[in-house]
């Protein structure tokens, strides 16, 4: 069994997108984790993006404009009235 | 009629089919709630391939008019909001195409484009002994001590917006389908067109550039 | 099957954050929240305690099939027991002296990356007693040190390196 000093920082960090998306071998999965419970660095780089994924998923939407809204309603009206609809 | 998010895929698949029905049959609501659901997320996807904001309303208009055209067949091989997506950035690619909005060198930028990496710097040399080499020279800087009102506060927000506008367009692509929008990786592989390992390509890049981005946010100020 | 969990602070899952529920409560891989263990429940035996050093420690009741493999097990369902107290900060302090003394004992004389890997594992155990660190991370430093000089003189030296540390961990906690 590889062990996780085998895994350095460098490495750990171009693997995080990967680890977060559970798509590793089971084996490099694990060694990740295993240089988590002993590095300090890599526990902070972790938090950073389980934080930047929390800033992300925060970014608000922008608001239709209510004229858009009007000119789809509008416009499935057409679609429907044209006897698209089934 | 508000469409919840699915809990399993089956009920997703499932919910899709009552919507699809619903709109094949002129339901009114049914196409008002998607458009609740989807539009604003549409319009931050459009917004990044075109100039002006006016401009992605309009995609995002064509969009839905390209939706409800082809609504009779969709087979449902994809969920409904992939297809729904799919639709948005082919319309939105073309849009910004003919607007020659994307730079002409963009893809030998990104070839050479590293700075979303972690400054090899932060580690330490392999060649300066091998006992540490690759390992962090310091920390990074921990963020749990930041307030979670600062973390996700207007300032980080808009700072994050404007580094997401920032990226190359195919890792921003990448990024706002997958972390803004919440598709899963197979889903953006099929909205984009692109393969999976390009995929995970992308979003390492253009979440490391996010989190560069906001380390600096964060490190400015904290001294206040 | 009783098995051993290291949580983060809080009953947190120690890489996803996730807030495990209390004491009895049964969880299920693969369930509807975002955050819910996607592959698997996670326990070790106590043979690889030493692998997964962190905040608390519990015992854990783990339901059928369970796979071992790579230092951890894992099973559909599981439901935390009870919380081994005598893991605490200062035990990983003690742990880690323990493992800084073993670098020294196990060191060769003249042997600069042994020195290097003791000094290294000393400073480890020093900071696990200061604030501003934490203790179960710097321990599991030391002992990843001392591991490593071990293999200097013994390939086999990680492995056994680690059967003693996980010999210490259950003498010290009373685990089996």
């Known amino acids: 069994m590889s062990g996780p000093e085998e895994l350095t920082c460098r490495e750990l960090v171009d693997l995080v997108t990967d680890y977060l998306d559970h798509r590793l071998a089971l084996g490099r999965h694990v060694q990740v984790e295993q240089h988590l419970v002993l590095c300090t660095g890599c526990q902070r780089h972790l938090s950073q993006m389980h934080g930047t994924l929390r800033v992300l998923r925060a970014v608000p939407d922008d608001e239709l404009q209510p004229e858009t809204l009007g000119v789809l309603m509008e416009a499935f009206h057409d679609w429907r009235d044209a006897g698209e609809a089934t | ?224 | 099957m009783i098995a051993w969990k290291f949580l983060g602070a809080g009953r947190t899952g120690p890489f996803s954050g996730f807030e495990w529920p209390p004491a009895g409560v049964w969880l299920h891989a693969g369930g509807t929240e975002l955050r819910t263990c996607r592959t698997a429940i996670h326990a070790c035996t106590a043979q690889d305690l030493p692998l997964w050093l962190g905040d608390e420690l519990w015992s854990i009741e783990l339901i059928g099939p369970v796979e071992h493999a790579h230092g951890k097990l894992a099973a559909p369902g599981g439901r935390l027991l009870a919380r081994v107290e005598d893991w605490d900060a200062m035990a990983a302090v003690a742990y880690a002296d323990a493992c800084a003394d073993r670098a020294e004992k196990l060191a060769e004389a003249g042997d600069g990356a042994a020195a290097g890997l003791l000094a290294d594992a000393r400073r480890c155990a020093r900071r696990a007693g200061r604030t501003g660190y934490d203790a179960p991370t710097m321990a599991a430093g030391a002992a990843m040190c001392t591991a490593r000089v071990r293999a200097l003189y013994d390939a086999g030296g990680v492995a056994a390196e680690r059967a003693w540390q996980a010999a210490w961990l259950c003498d010290r906690l009373g685990v089996t």
């Open chain 2, 1 to 224: 009629m508000d469409i919840a998010t699915p809990s399993t895929p089956a009920a997703g698949r499932a919910e899709d089919r009552r919507l699809v029905e619903a709109l094949r049959r002129g339901d009114e609501a049914a196409f008002a709630s998607l458009i609740r659901a989807y539009g604003p997320t549409m319009l931050r996807v459009a917004r990044g391939y075109v100039a002006t904001r006016a401009v992605a309303e309009e995609v995002v208009q064509e969009t839905w008019l390209g939706v409800l055209r082809g609504i009779d067949r969709f087979e449902g091989r994809s969920s409904l909001k992939t297809w729904v997506f799919r639709i948005l950035v082919n319309r939105a690619r073309t849009r910004g195409a003919s607007e020659h909005r994307s730079m002409p060198f963009s893809s030998l930028v990104e070839a050479a484009d590293e700075d979303g990496r972690v400054d090899p710097a932060a580690f330490i040399d392999a060649s300066a002994g091998a006992t540490w080499g690759g390992w962090w020279a310091a920390y990074p800087k921990s963020w749990d001590t930041v307030p979670e009102e600062r973390l996700l506060g207007r300032e980080m927000l808009a700072v994050a917006s404007e580094a997401i506008e920032a990226l190359p367009e195919r890792q921003r692509e990448v990024l706002v389908l997958r972390d803004v929008a919440g598709l899963s990786p197979q889903e953006v592989c099929t909205a984009l067109g692109v393969t999976d390992g390009n995929q995970r390509v992308l979003l390492h890049r253009a979440r490391g550039k996010v989190r560069r981005v906001l380390e600096a946010q964060l490190g400015e100020t904290e001294a206040a």
